[in-house]
């Protein structure tokens, strides 16, 4: 759990208080902390003056405005057609064993998230993933366990 | 039915001077460059194929001293990968396109809707953004452009759903009409336009209407930039003329062993191999945003299929009962009848569904389901049922 | 006007109309469920469907407007097959446990299904697979997930009527719910419990937490001494969950029903609604002169009405540092409960620890209010079990009484009488107008100047009202008043509500008293009153309650026997040590999500 502090209103500040500025509020949240906690929400609402469930509502329907506890570094796996013929089947195998999560959970330390998503745009280099905002592609069982050493050591 | 055959073609990523082009485009009046769009028969690449020429011209004629542009880069139909590399090469092309629609239709604000998967791409397209706008006011052109992030969300490239989103709600597709060039983001006249579209648009300004139909059919006209993937040697991004037959383009990019392609991403059509030379790749056959998927005989398309029906389910913004409902009854009912758990009779009952679904969703989406799902049962009905 | 034309037959109509009015014009009804006439547009559930020629998809009929030359027809075989698939589609998402459910023959989905779905249905179970859950957390209400057709009319009421938003669309896809902020339970957000939402809900997701076997027990339990009050506003709509239409006063036969329903003593919240006015007139006059006279600085005005459950809620929630403001009395539900167990208990030899206290509303919040902690004022539970509306028309069922055909009766005595200013609580302006009776003539000592007493400014269905009252000719003892210009401001719909406040707060509300109604039309359009509800029933409610008062002998508060004898012989006078002590109280801060 992260402490919103100023946070919100830096971000109102910066993006207004109007309706519409709430996607990008969330958004910039969720890029600092990869999730939305419940205070963060209700910030949100004081300052835009609409209700939590609101901005509860909103966020839930988009896939990376999490509103569940998420790690420092989110992987996700793309589960759509192609990468499923190319092998994404044995990249999560790679992932969980690695990490020791199943897809869907958290590692303890709160350093990684594994979860699989709908189809990001490199089919053509299947299988891929996003690990927070960059994309790693044609990916194998060996070369993904690199990328992950790599995370780890940061 | 016209078939040019398979040829390549290299105009989309083709380096300009946006300078120049756009100094070009300024000097024409808005209804001349509405006229050259119109004269090129340029039909949406996003997938609709709606005619880019009567878009700007309706949006054009509505009074109103707010109007906007929109770039719907909000490319999420699996499959479909082009807009990535087009706004990864050349998005001084997308935002010239811009403020050339801008100037067809009199809007002088642009918004690109950018999906968040496409993020990582942000730095890059904020420096050309700069020197965008840079020379768009050394030109003395009034017009600047805004990018609005997507964060995970299919059905928000449905353009009502891409200004809900926009407007900071739930991406839920509105009712219409009223329809976007008459009521779009913030309920101004808005045409909103698929990121090639807006490249194609600012290519025919460059090279004008006459230049652009010697490519393509009659009711196809110019190239498409199409994304290919799944079982084929050369997956990647090619351009190339419209009014070819599926089988030209598997002879080219095909493994020797192709079973069916879908044309069009999960809310396309399946083509099996049988119908691969009597039809035509393009809005006169069946239609494409560009993604091309190959399968050869080791696939099994009751896996293709529950994979996109999987998809459909999770991406529906679930609002409308048919989709809502219906993808997960499509679901479920394969499933079953795979397991032998249902009667395999019961895919006529899903086939008629399939069709409710089309006729009574509230968007595109929902709609659309129904094309894979009978194109796939209707010519692979054995590998749903055994 | 544009001309189209509907199953071949011509219309005219306005610009603007959608195509369902159109089709309504000729005496076709197109089934609906999403579509409400209080609420927006959703155009979502997909029922309304029908064909436009030239159309390449069936058109939804309650979101798109007429055109000029338009064809439709509604009832084709392509329309009709994909109507049937839909309603089958609601279904398989649906737990249909009819024959358990409350709303069992008042269900929506029920009658769609009916008429358009009935034999086999083809699709497969949907609700075996779904996590779904039932919140009973509130005290009010119960929000059952598994029978939620997603229609999102609760949301929409929330939001648009009530201006709480403690409800919203959530997740998407095959995952889509209505859910509060964060899944909490409904007991642990903003919601008002104002019921506004269960009163649109077309199936059995949203339903009161009834007490219906716990007063049934209480009733025919030797050792208890069960005792009911009724509201104004139960009188003049009960009749329409037993067969009578909306508008038809049926208080004596409610008055013998409850009898034989066996209660031991049937009493009129009316009573206590005119000692509220003496309790709130005081109050008010108190604060006036504190504040306008005195420059007592702690206090603030405008005062607030504080019989609204609510209304109470929604400024905990919202607007907590606007507490001060509020009236200190109770409801009238509430000081009738703290009653019951004193005076009444006294007056009539019983000990109140046998006394169970009943309350007929047509309300849900209420039985959030009788739960707080702080009604205990007579040292036990003060009302012990609320009954809406619908509730007491399932007990008369269950009993048996032939309603049409009893004869009138009349409440028991002590706390049974009560004044035509009492009964008009149940309309918005009804509190204003009954506290302006009596506040002006104590002050004057001369009846308000309006012809018969009817206060017509403050009447009526428009949101916000606004009065001003020239206070001239005052008594001595009143005198600090002479030439005062009162203005009060009237609010029903928490919406309404909403934007009062925001005026309070931004400094630009003059007014000296406000009051505020939860409720659409006040209590009449209450959360336990029979459903469905819309304007026009509303509004026959509401000219029945009026009728009400005009047919009342005595229609003003400081008239009623029954209150001048309980201040002779128990509270003393209004505001006093044991008033307050019984008929007041105090409100908490509460989170605001």
Redesign the interface.
Known sequence: MYQVGNLVKELSDKHGH???????I??AI?QKHNYLT?EA??EV??ELD?????????A??????D?QVKGKYVIRVC????C??KGKSDIIQTLEEMLNIKVGETTPDKQFSLIE??????????PAI?IN???FTELTPVKVTEIIKDYMQK | MENKGLNKVDLIFEKIDNQEVLTKGFKMSKDEIIQEILDSGLKGRGGAGFPTGMKWKFTAEEKSPEKYIVCNADEGEPGTFKDREILDRVSNKVHGGMAIAGKAIGAKKGIVYLRGEYRYLLPKLMIELDSFHKMIKKIGYDFEIEYRMGSGAYICGEESALFESIEGKRGEPRNKPPYPTVSGVYGKPTSINNVETLVTAMMIVQHGAKNFIKYGTKDSRGSKVFSVSGDTPTPGIFELELGMTVQQFVNEFGDGDTKAVQVGGASGFCVPRKKFAETIIGFEGVPTGGSMKLFNSSRSMYNVLHNYLEFFTEESCGQCTPCRVGCQQLLKGVEKVKKGEAKSTYLNELMKLADTMKIAAKCGLGQSVGNAFKSIVGNFKEEIIY | MINLLINDQKVAVQKGTTVLAAARKLKINIPTLCNHDDLCVAGNCRVCIVEQKGARTLIASCATPVAEGMEIHTNTLKVRNARKHIVELLLSEHRSDCTKCYKNQNCELQSLANDFAFGDHVFLDLVEDKKYSIDRSSASFIKDDSKCIRCQRCVRTCSELQSVAAITVANKGANQKISSFHNRPMSQVVCTNCGQCVNRCPTGALVEKTSIDQVWDAIYDPDKHVVVQTAPAVRVALGEDLGYDPGERVTGKMVNALRQLGFNSVLDTDFSADLTIMEEGTELLVRLKKALVDGDKSISLPMFTSCSPGWIKFVEHKYPEFLPNMSTCKSPQQMFGALAKTFYAKKNNIDPSKIVSVSIMPCTAKKFEADRPEMRSSGFKDVDFVLTTRELAVMIKQAGIDFRNIEEANYDSIMGNSTGAAVIFGATGGVMEAALRTAYEIVTGREVPFGNLNITPVRGMEGVKEATIKIEGCVEAWKFLEGAELKVAIAHGLANANKIMKMVRDGKATYHFVEIMACPGGCIGGGGQPIPTNLKIRQKRMAAIYAEDEHKELRKSHLNPDVIAIYKEFLDQPNSHKSHELLHTHYVERDNY
Not at chain 1, 50 to 58: N, P
Not at chain 1, 60 to 65: E, I, K, N
Not at chain 1, 79 to 82: F, Y
Request: proline content about 4%.
């Open positions: 109007e309706r519409e500025s709430l996607m990008p969330l958004q969720v419940d929400m209700v609402a004081r609409i209700s939590a469930a609101e901005v509860y509502g909103t839930s329907f988009y896939t990376f405005l509103t589960k759509t057609i192609t499923s013929m998503t709908n189809c990001i745009g490199w089919c053509h280099k299947a996003l905002d960059l994309p």
